[in-house]
Every structure is written in C-alpha cells, then in structure tokens.
C-alpha cells in the first residue's frame, strides 16, 4: 500500500493506491462534517475482501472535540461488528489489535505532533 484515501464528502470513496497502481476499495463516506465528525461505513467482510452491500458493513465514528492548549480530543468507535456475521469476532480482534485502530491513532498522534 502507498496511500489511504478518504475523499471529503457524503458518499465519498475510501481506497487504498497499491505499489502497482492498483486501488482498492474499502469503504464509504456516511458523514463529513469537518470538523468534528467523519463516520465510514467499513466496507471489508470477515475473508478481509471488499464488501459492496453498506447493510452487511460496519461503521467508523470518529469525533473531534478541542480541548485547552489548541489540542483535539479524538474519539474512535467502531459498531455494528455483528452485520460481518461469522467473521465478526475475528475482526473485532484484528482491528483491536496493536495493528489495528489503535496503532493508526499512534501513527495519526505522531503525525500531527510533526505537522504542528
């Protein structure tokens, strides 16, 4: 993978750009409300594939509150882990996983640290 996108609408695509310039889908932009508010419909089944049906997705709610000193608060939930049927806990593990939500926040922290 060389890039994550997220494009900044209702109805937006999220896709990853691979080394051979390939794109791979993976979700949908449910709400865009900068700046407090992103939610995506994750996109990918319980097999880690691309799933184009949203009423068999999970969702990304990611809020942004500011907090004294000029810094953000930032909230991750992932819900609806039941609607990937079989591959629900196995996912909840993944995304859980230090490979997971919690390390893109790190990477994310790190990264505005950098840029401000």
């Known amino acids: 993978m060389q890039r994550a996108t997220v494009e900044g609408r209702a109805g937006g695509r999220c896709y990853t750009e691979q080394s051979d310039g390939t794109e791979c889908d993976w979700g949908t932009v449910l709400t865009w409300d900068p700046p407090s508010r992103l939610v995506i419909a994750w996109q990918i089944n ?3 594939t691309y799933q184009p049906d949203l009423s068999q997705s999970s969702e990304v709610d990611v809020r942004f509150t500011p907090e004294a000193g000029g810094r953000t608060r ?3 939930e992932h ?3 039941e609607r ?3 591959g ?3 996912m909840r593990t993944a995304v ?3 490979s ?3 390390g893109l926040l790190q990477m994310y922290a790190e990264r505005v640290t950098q840029v401000s």
Request: no cysteine.
């Open 46 to 48: 319980g097999d880690w």
């Open 74 to 76: 930032v909230d991750l």
């Open 79 to 81: 819900r609806a882990l």
């Open 84 to 86: 990937h049927g079989a």
């Open 88 to 90: 629900a806990g196995p």
């Open 96 to 98: 859980d996983s230090p």
């Open 100 to 102: 997971g939500w919690p």
